[in-house]
């Protein structure tokens, strides 16, 4: 990604006549303008995504249960299973399928690719428009299809394509563009919206917009200053309160405003804690940091093992899951047959099968119901409602598929609860009758819980704050971080994070927060790209052709030849330009004869590009005659007069922090008389890697490719 703004004569030029009071208003406003429709956009994804999940399952299980209504006393209960593992069947393969054929980069949760995409890598296909739909239809389908997945991963990458979208200011349309505006169309500002985006995506997942601006800021982007922040915290408060207003309007009372997220559970009434219980809660931090390890761990193995699969197996293995629920569910339900007169929470999935009277079956208040109807069944119905087997069992499965899932939904699942609900669940974990009676063992499962979390995702500033926003509670917020802290440090001793393991096991060229320990001896002549490729002020057209054809490189150092050298390529250097500028100089045929000027026009706007990479524009698709490659080009307008450089003492620690925190694609290294002698990049950065395993540091230099 070129985050870096060009500095050239044409972009002075340009910005010298833009340079009045009004002109910057209208700019400063509309931009203000953007981030707010990202945050009523991603409102207005968030609850057509709830709203739909909850109105076709509630007819997907109402025609379930009328057919065990029919079977129970005909005893034909095949009919019913078999009409449950067609419709999961169905539903899965249609969702497989979008993932599958359409756009791949929408499998999965989204949170790798964009925190990449965040920190300066280009992911083919991730903010298009087929990742946009395939998405959005394929979490509706997962979740209906009872697949392992929540919303929370997929709404923040939703949210950054709908903000990409909007800054790009372009609707397709048959093949061709319907271009609206242009004033955000650089990768610059299309960074800062997808950030506002991603943010905005966790706000209106968990009614968290502090946490999520904070999950931006720590686990996405890495270029940050205090007007981002500023439009990043405006964009996820609005998406946060339209996601509240759209989802109490869908509940019948639109005033009361009771639906601040997606994921959305009772808070805890009374949390408080005695000092004499913190070495209690730092040995649950070190449990859930060795467990969090172990999940990354297996986590890693099993996605290596799928991506040795064909597509096609993959799309065959989630069928065989969305199939294989309904048949274990209706087996329980007939086997164990727990009837009960109470009340259940969930009034959707009341079952009489087995049951006689004004009794339903208890096990079906668990399994008629989405992911998020079984939580609230087993945290909100009475207690005893369940056996200890069926709840242990359920319970147990319940956790794994969301485990499996976008982890985020695990803090959703575990932070926002009854105290009823671990009663049963340390009953059944530690075989203690006297947990039953425990008054104030909610807090204990509420430490649990983010320390696994906080074991598998390695976050503490944004998990925390999302914590404390969802139990509603400041009280207990020293506790919440202090055992995430515990079970980040737990985790790291023995693995990397789930996220940055995804990045690893995806193959993208991913800087680390910080540059690789015992390198501060390791100097930039011992990693840069030499010898470098440089071209003339005034280049030759043919000489720019062979070395965009020949070459993979996205950024030539452009020098002043200095007639008292014997070599050709041999000057100071005088700036830089980029791949695409001279494609686009090319395609324009921005050259003439020599001593002659040109006849043709450009402007900054011809040099931004809103499109996909796959139509982006390519050295094949210029043509150019014999007497074209004889004409010269003035590349002294376009390049960038003031590029980074660096001296041949830099040390790698010190390049690694310019090209973090600057957002950096190129370095130029230069002698004692300015001339070019290498070029750095992020890949020569990104193939040092340095991991801790077991307590003991490994470094590997990695084989990065071109692809």
Known sequence: MNYEEMDSHLTRKERQGKQSKKKLALEMLSSWVVYFFIGVGTAFLAAGVQISVELIAHQKFELIKDYFDQCDKKGCLFKPVLIWVGINAGITLVGAALVTYVQ?????????????????????????????????????????????????????????????GLGKGRIPWFGKDINLYGLFRNDHNIRDLVAAGAASGVSAAFGAPIGGTLFSVEEAASFWNTELVWKVFFSAMIACFSTNVLLSAFEGHPTQLSNPGLVRFNVFPNLTFDLIEIPVFIFIAAIGGLTGSLFVVMNYKLTVFRQKKSMRKSMRKSMRKSMRKPSSNATRCAVLQECTSRLPSNLRAVRDLGCSGVSHNAMSTMFLTTPEGCLKSLLHDPLGEYSRHATSRNFAQLLARLVSGPPLLVSAVAICVDVNCYHVTFALILNLEKAFCAKDVGKYALIGAA????????????????????????????????????????????????????????????????????????????????????????????????????????????????????????GKLKGVILRHQLLVLLKKKMFCPEGQMPTASICLKDFENPYPVPQRLKIQDIELSDADKQCVMDLTPYMNLTPYTASISFSMPRVFRLFRGLGLRHLVVVNDNTEPIGMVTRKDLAKYRAEIKKGMLHMEQLTVENR
Request: proline residues 6%; aromatic residues 8%.
């Open 104 to 164: 791949p980069m929408a499998a999965g949760s989204g949170i790798p690719l964009i925190k990449s995409y965040l920190n300066g890598v280009r992911v083919p296909g991730l903010l298009s428009l087929r990742a946009f739909i395939s998405k959005c239809v394929g979490v509706v389908l997962s979740i209906l299809g009872g697949l392992a997945c929540g919303k929370e991963g997929p709404m923040a990458h939703s949210g950054g394509i709908m903000a990409a």
């Open 451 to 570: 320390s696994q979390l906080g074991g598998i995702l390695r976050t503490t500033i944004s998990l925390t704050v999302i914590i404390v926003e969802c139990t509603g509670d400041i009280t207990f917020g020293l506790c919440i971080m202090l055992s995430l802290m515990i079970s980040k440090w737990v985790g790291d001793f023995f693995t990397t994070g789930l996220y940055d393991m995804n990045v690893e096991v995806s193959g993208i060229p991913l800087l680390s927060w910080e540059p690789p320990p015992l390198c501060e001896d390791v100097h930039v002549s011992d990693f840069m790209s030499q010898p470098v490729m440089t071209l003339l002020s005034v280049e030759r057209v043919g000489h720019i052709y062979d070395c965009l054809s020949g070459e993979s490189f996205n950024g030539f150092p452009v020098i002043e030849q200095d007639p008292s050298y014997d070599l050709m390529y041999r």
